[in-house]
């Protein structure tokens, strides 16, 4: 039978939730703002234009879509989410969105996206292990281990495969550099340069997601019941 569990939510996770829910707001604004004033086109390394600001209101809509949506899985679907999970979420999209794009991170801090994306991989890897705690009837910690691992893993790849193409979907239509393609003027790397982004996301994906997958087949491989602490399990 699975663990019945019931999590409340802390003041800690309240006044993360709100803090950084309030920082993407105003950025939405800001970025929305700054749409009808910004250039067409790069005229230096500091200056965005036009489709950067889509962008950065596009991704501080979806920021906000995610930080709403525990709440909903909470509420409307019965899901309990276990506050370190859910803290853990909150300060990888601020992470992510404002410092990575709204405060330019992912330019100005050496590595800052390979960090995320390691960090992703493993968050996915355990998204993972909800996934197959919630089809099926029995605890995850008396499932198979090895099945659990791979898996996690798997899924895990998959996502970050999918936001590979997302980032290409962005680049062919609105003309920018998610995939890292170019400088920040805006001159191509030639090569294997241009591939080089890519495909270390990749790379530190399948880190991150491979450390938390293993991490998982030893949990269950032992019994150990700490595992609960970072799934989401759904009330019957």
Do not use: C
Request: charged share 20%; glycine share 4%; no cysteine.
């Amino acid at each position: 039978m699975k663990k019945i569990r019931v999590s409340r939510t802390t003041r800690t996770e309240r006044i993360v939730f709100f803090s950084v829910m309030s920082l993407m707001v105003l950025s939405f604004f800001w970025s929305f703002g700054n749409i009808f004033f910004a250039p067409l086109e790069y005229s230096d390394e500091i200056t965005l234009i036009k489709n950067d600001y889509i962008l950065m209101t596009s991704e501080a809509v979806a920021a906000i879509f995610v930080l709403l949506l525990p709440t909903i899985l909470e509420k409307k679907w019965k899901f309990d989410i276990p506050s370190k999970m859910h803290i853990f979420l909150i300060l990888f999209l601020f992470s992510a969105v404002f410092l990575g794009e709204f405060r330019r991170f992912h330019f100005l801090v050496p590595h800052w996206d390979k960090m995320l994306h390691i960090v992703s991989g493993a968050f996915l890897a355990s998204l993972g292990f909800t996934i197959i705690q919630t089809l099926n009837d029995h605890d995850i910690i008396h499932m198979n281990p090895l099945f659990v691992a791979i898996f996690s893993f798997s899924f895990a790849i998959t996502i970050g495969t999918m936001w590979e193409l997302y980032e290409y979907a962005w680049d062919v239509s609105f003309n920018l550099n998610m995939m890292k393609y170019m400088d920040e003027a805006g001159n191509p790397y030639v090569g294997l340069e241009a591939l080089k982004d890519t495909m270390g996301d990749l790379v530190v994906d399948s880190i991150g997601a491979f450390a938390m997958s293993t991490i998982g087949y030893i949990a269950v491989k032992l019994d150990k019941l700490w595992l609960h602490d970072f799934i989401i399990y759904r009330q019957r």
